[in-house]
Each structure stands twice: as structure tokens, then as C-alpha cells.
């Protein structure tokens, strides 16, 4: 009898302890954001966005998390147009904010209050007060900007454009572009060392990674990625390694910037275009456009030790606290 | 080599000019009034200003092309000054010049293309109705410019620019024409374009298009 009346008590009190934290995947052609319990490695909700969702992060307090909306098929500029908020705990959108024309990547400030926002039809980044709901500055970049990383102590806002080739540097204390630099063909994305020195950026036809000195805003290596499309990009916390997920190559390679070279290639999903590393920088995820599902890979041991169903398209991934 | 009229030429001259705080990078044409051309030195201008750099676009228009180009077709040994971009494509076995570069797809490529194709198709290096690797962004782009379709001779026009606008800026002290070989380029077709190191063309996926002019299904 005393064993009849434990058993429930034993597993309520065993589910909340394990879950999270959460992962969040957008899917372009679904329309659909997925939510992962990363404890467990399952979907355990899809919230239905509309739309395209492609650029997803989760603000700093971990409270919100933030997609970026754009239409299918499209000859101007959308009234899908938008970045929505999603509750994190209640799952549902609670705001929509401006975020200009065809919003592609994003950042979110570091204190929150702001996001930096690509928007690739009209070769511009707008700066979104999200307290106001409104655009205050759009910025010209380079053509057809795409990817968009913060550093790590807010100060510079890195947008990359594939046509021109180039890397626009946005100071988020004048909402102006300070300078810009030429990297490699094709630049796709961009991400900064945790220390904030350096800044990496995929270009996906050059097939390489450059290697940015945040100081004076310099490429100061370009690394060959033989065989790659590279595209995401994410830096481990220790600030040692960067891990690239390589689109048309349907691979992962870990990249040691300073000896210059791929040190490993895991094959995952096909397509994946979004990564993201967790906290303790033991799992690195990647979304799996074609294939709609993500990757999880083990750090340690560089080897994919699952993969989850996502959305069709699986585009962007963000990780929760 | 045979050369039509239809063919483009582009001069580079890459010539950097020091003596200013801003550098200046200057871009000789020789090439018509054309759309595609107008947009690729637009994005040039914009690209060359983004990174602080003076472009000095100078097109002295068609007329003087074609006398180069078939000069260097006939005596590969002669010393151009410039390297010189063609963008229309020349028969399959014509005489390559070490510094004529090639921006259509080479007739091999356009014939193995065509191969497995059904009667009537021809092979084309770009199409107006192209979407995917970021071909909708530059179709959309052109047509909300010029309120045109973006033909193949359009956008090698467009390539032509590109190129020659991508490696004045990135090689300015450089001898072009031993920099193109070894440069990638984006095309918004998915690959890397490289010229081929044999026939001097531009090597890059080919299309196939139906004889109502409409893309084939397969990109």
C-alpha cells in the first residue's frame, strides 16, 4: 500500500527538475517556430507564427524571444513585414514591432531595450526601439545585407552584405555607421569572440572564414575552408574554437582561428543554417533547412548524438536560459 | 575567335592613383548603355564607397572593342596593356590570350548542357524567372531599377562589372590579369565562378530554357 501512494508523488517532483533550457527553431516554409526541451532532446510545443520566421533570438533576460517575419513571395515591401515577441513561458506573441522592410537577421541590445535589424531588399539596418515599438535610425549598408552579431559589450553592431561583399560596423552609441571593410564572396554571417577581440564572418562563395580585429575594425586573416559553404557561425565560450555550419555541405567544421585550419567536419542534416551553442558549451544545435530538423552535436566528442524533428525549412536557432 | 556585335568588352585598367587621402581606384569600360552594365557600376560605386575608396569609372563606350579584342585574337602573343573581359563567349577550340577572360559560359559547357535536353531548349546563363541562391533578390532588383526583366545579357553585363569592380578593389596594385584566375566569384547562382584555366571562361551553372523562352523546370 505504501508503495501505491509514493509512485506519483516521485514523478511530479522528477519532471520540472529536468527540463530545459529551451531551444527555439524557426521554420521559413512552415511558418512555425519549434520549442526543444534540451533535457530531454524532444519538441514539446510549434507555435504558429505565419509568415516567414527565419532571424530568432532570445532577449538577455531570457523572458522573450524575438522573430523576425517577411513574406513568401513578395514584389514590395510586405505588410509581413515585422518582428514578433514571443512570451517565453505563456508560448504565445504578445508585440509586434517595426522592424523596416524585409527583416531578415537581427540582434537584440544588450540591455534589451533595442534591436538591430537587416533588411535585405532595401540595403538598410534599422535600429527598433522596442519600448516605443518604433524604427528611430536606418543605416545604409552594404547590398543586400544579411547577417547581423552584437559584441559582447554592446558597443558594435557587425551587418554583413552578400552582393557587396562587405561588413558595415554600426555604433550603438550614435546609431551610425562608423566604418565598413571588404571580406570575403558572399558574406552570410558574423559572430565575436566572448573577450569581444575578434569577430568571425562565413562567406559562403568565397568558402571561407575571415578573422576580424574588433580594435580597429580590420580583417587580419582569411582561413580556407576547403570544400564548405560555410553560413551560421557560433564561438565556443572559451573563445578557442568556431564552430561553422556549412549550408550546401550539410556539415559542421570546427575551426582553430589560430592555428588557421578546420581541425574537424561532422556531418549533420541537410542544409543547416542556423547554430547555436549551449551556455557550458557542451552541445552545439544546427537547423536543418532541407531535411527540417535539427542536429545536436556533442562537443566533446564531435559527434551528432541526436536529431529532432523541426519545421520544414528549419532556419534560425536560439537558445533559451 | 569570332566576335558579334552582341558581344560585350569590358577594359579593365585597375589603376590605383595615390596622392589623396582617399584612395582612388580607377575602372576603364568599354561597354554599351545597358542595363545590366548600369546597375553593376551603380553597385560598385556603392561597394567602393562603403570602404572609403574614390571609383573612377570611365566607359569610352563599344566602339574601339571589337577592333581590340579581334587584335588579341589574332595575335596571342600581343602585349595588352589591360586585361580585357569579353562577355559574350567564343567558338569551342579558338585561341586563348593570356589576358582575355571570358564572362559567358564556355560552348562546351553550353553543348553538354544541352545534351540531355529536349528538342528545341536552349542553354542560357541566366533567366529572368531564376529564384533560388539569392537569383530573386538580384531579378527583383533589376526589375524594380529598370522595370525590365534581367536577361543573360544583362546579367553578364552585371558580372562584368562585378568582376572587374571586385578585383580593382581587392588586388589595386595588382597585375589583373594574373589575379582573375585565382579569384571565386559570386554570380547569385550557388557556386563559386572561377574562369577556367584553359578556355578563360567563366565557369558557372548554365540554364535551360524551353523554346516559349520559359525556364525548365530543374533550377
Known amino acids: ?321 | 575567335m569570332i566576335t558579334t556585335r552582341r558581344e560585350l568588352l569590358l577594359l579593365v585598367l585597375g589603376t590605383a592613383v595615390a596622392g589623396q587621402s582617399k584612395r582612388t581606384v580607377r575602372l576603364g569600360l568599354l561597354l554599351p548603355l545597358e542595363p545590366g552594365v548600369e546597375l553593376g557600376v551603380e553597385e560598385a560605386r556603392r561597394m567602393a564607397e562603403l570602404v572609403g575608396v574614390n571609383l573612377d569609372v570611365r566607359n569610352e563606350g563599344t566602339g574601339v572593342a571589337a577592333a581590340i579584342s579581334r587584335h588579341a585574337a589574332k595575335e596571342p602573343g600581343s602585349p595588352l596593356g589591360s586585361p580585357l573581359l569579353i562577355v559574350g563567349p567564343v567558338e569551342e577550340g579558338s585561341i586563348v590570350h593570356p589576358r582575355v577572360f571570358h564572362v559567358a559560359s564556355s560552348p562546351r559547357r553550353r553543348r553538354e548542357a544541352l545534351a540531355a535536353a529536349p528538342a528545341g531548349a536552349r542553354a542560357v546563363d541566366w533567366h529572368p524567372d531564376l529564384a533560388r541562391y539569392g537569383a530573386e533578390q538580384l531579378n527583383r532588383r533589376f526589375e524594380e531599377r529598370f522595370d525590365l526583366p534581367m536577361t543573360e545579357d544583362a546579367w553578364r553585363g552585371w558580372m562584368a562589372v562585378k568582376i572587374a569592380a571586385e578585383a580593382a578593389l581587392c588586388h589595386p596594385e595588382a597585375d589583373l590579369a594574373q589575379v582573375l584566375p585565382t579569384m571565386r566569384f559570386d554570380g547569385h547562382k550557388g557556386a563559386a565562378l572561377r574562369f577556367g584555366p584553359e578556355d578563360h571562361h567563366l565557369d558557372q551553372p548554365v540554364y535551360l530554357a524551353g523554346p516559349d523562352g520559359k525556364l525548365l523546370p530543374g533550377d
Open chain 1, 1 to 321: 500500500m505504501r508503495k501505491v501512494r509514493l509512485a506519483p508523488l516521485l514523478l511530479i517532483l522528477a519532471a520540472p527538475a529536468f527540463s530545459g533550457p529551451f531551444l527555439y527553431v524557426s521554420n521559413e516554409r512552415a511558418g512555425t517556430v519549434t520549442v526543444i526541451d534540451t533535457a530531454t532532446e524532444k519538441p514539446v510545443e510549434t507555435l504558429r507564427v505565419g509568415a516567414r520566421p527565419r532571424g530568432i533570438h532570445v532577449g538577455p533576460d531570457g523572458k522573450t524571444v524575438y522573430v523576425a517575419l517577411s513574406d513568401t513571395a513578395r514584389e514590395a515591401r510586405s505588410t509581413a513585414d515585422s518582428i514578433v515577441a514571443i512570451d517565453a513561458v505563456r508560448r504565445k506573441a504578445v508585440a509586434r514591432f517595426d522592424g523596416g522592410s524585409d527583416p531578415e537577421q537581427f540582434a537584440v541590445s544588450r540591455d534589451g531595450a533595442r534591436l538591430f535589424v537587416a533588411n535585405e531588399d532595401a540595403g538598410t539596418a534599422s535600429v527598433t526601439d522596442l519600448a516605443t515599438r518604433k524604427v528611430i535610425a536606418t543605416l545604409v549598408v552594404g547590398i543586400e545585407p544579411e547577417g547581423v552579431a552584437i559584441s559582447p559589450d554592446g558597443r558594435w553592431v557587425y551587418v554583413t552584405a552578400e552582393t557587396s561583399n562587405t561588413v558595415s560596423v554600426i555604433d550603438t552609441r550614435k546609431n551610425e555607421v562608423v566604418a565598413s571593410f571588404l571580406v570575403d564572396s558572399r558574406p552570410r554571417a558574423a559572430a565575436f569572440s566572448p573577450d569581444g577581440t575578434r569577430a568571425y564572418v562565413t562567406a559562403e562563395i568565397g568558402g571561407s572564414l575571415s578573422v576580424v580585429d574588433v580594435a580597429r575594425h580590420q580583417v587580419i586573416r582569411t582561413i580556407d575552408l576547403p570544400g564548405s559553404r560555410p553560413v551560421g557561425v557560433v564561438v565556443a565560450p572559451d573563445g578557442k574554437l568556431v564552430w561553422v555550419a556549412n549550408g550546401h555541405g550539410h556539415s559542421v567544421a570546427v575551426v582553430d582561428p589560430v592555428q588557421g585550419k578546420v581541425v574537424a567536419t561532422i556531418p549533420v542534416g541537410k542544409r543547416p543554417w542556423g547554430i547555436v551553442m549551449t551556455h557550458d558549451g557542451r552541445k552545439v544545435y544546427t537547423a536543418n533547412g532541407v531535411s527540417g530538423d535539427v542536429s545536436v552535436i556533442d562537443t566533446a566528442s564531435r559527434k551528432v548524438v541526436a536529431t529532432i524533428p523541426a519545421g520544414a525549412g528549419a532556419w534560425g536557432v536560439a537558445l533559451g536560459r
